[in-house]
């Protein structure tokens, strides 16, 4: 069936209401109507130069980094452990088979790497169009295409990239917040996560802290639709790696 084109245009308002942080999506409708068509309208028929910028974000942050770094060392990281192609992965998947201090630099340096392809894109083009590396690093066409693997990485690294390619008005709080959630939340979850790797402390920290901000700091819509784009993609993959993890674990008992 085929869907009309003001049927999209009303689901993509009802979208942007639902998430807007004025709770009373109504009147901020009323009140600011020429506003928030003319924002919708913006998101619903991107530019060419935010499209081309998106594009340019998600084919830099589907570059896997870490996973490189692990061929030029002869590791095969979509077989080992979690299967994860980040920096995570590539440090146990190393220090089985090289010294401390190799392990520790191939860490190191697909790591930074990993960092620098989220910070760049969004320091130059701003959180909504630097989200989309993120994206690119849960869901990578490259190592879809070759290694077959979904998700291509949780986005750990990415999201540290992101966070501090903001502008300090936003990266300062968000950073604040989320080390408060961190030291706040590893005591109560740390049952949950002990049998998870190290990056889901932060990652859950971050995550949780974006939540905190949009409601506190009301920020300008770029950046809570970054912040829902990088939340989904790292959210979703890593369901989707824990659900892939509970496969391969039946299969072993």
């Given at each position: 069936m085929k869907v009309s084109p003001f049927l999209k245009f009303g689901l993509v308002v009802l979208i942007v209401s639902f998430f807007s942080p004025d709770n009373r999506a109504s009147l901020y409708l009323l009140k600011n109507c020429k506003c928030f068509i003319g924002t919708i309208l913006k998101l619903y028929f991107l530019d060419l130069f935010m499209l081309t910028e998106a594009l340019i974000s998600y084919i830099l942050g589907s570059i896997n980094f870490s996973w490189i770094v692990g061929k030029i060392l002869k590791l095969n990281m979509e077989e080992y452990g979690d299967e994860n192609l980040g920096a995570t992965n590539l440090y146990y998947a190393a220090r089985e088979k090289y010294t401390k201090n190799i392990t520790t630099f191939s860490f190191l340096l697909g790591g930074l790497l990993d960092i620098l392809k989220a910070f760049i894109?969004?320091?130059l083009f701003g959180p909504f169009v630097g989200s989309f590396a993120v994206l690119g690093h849960c869901f990578s066409i490259f190592s879809i295409a070759i290694t077959k693997k979904v998700p291509s990485g949780v986005g750990a690294a990415?999201?540290?990239?992101?966070?501090?390619?903001n502008s300090l008005e936003v990266m300062i709080p968000l950073a604040g917040l989320a080390i408060l959630t961190f030291l706040i939340g590893l005591p109560i979850f740390y049952d949950t996560f002990k049998y998870e790797r190290a990056h889901s402390y932060y990652t859950f920290a971050i995550l949780s802290a974006a939540l905190v901000y949009v409601s506190l700091f009301n920020p300008q819509q770029q950046v809570i639709y970054g912040i829902l784009i990088a939340a989904i993609s790292s959210s979703f993959a890593r369901v989707l790696?824990?659900?892939?993890?509970i496969k391969k674990w039946l299969k072993q008992s």
């Open positions: 894109p969004t320091y990415s999201l540290i990239g992101w966070l501090l390619g790696r824990l659900r892939g993890m």
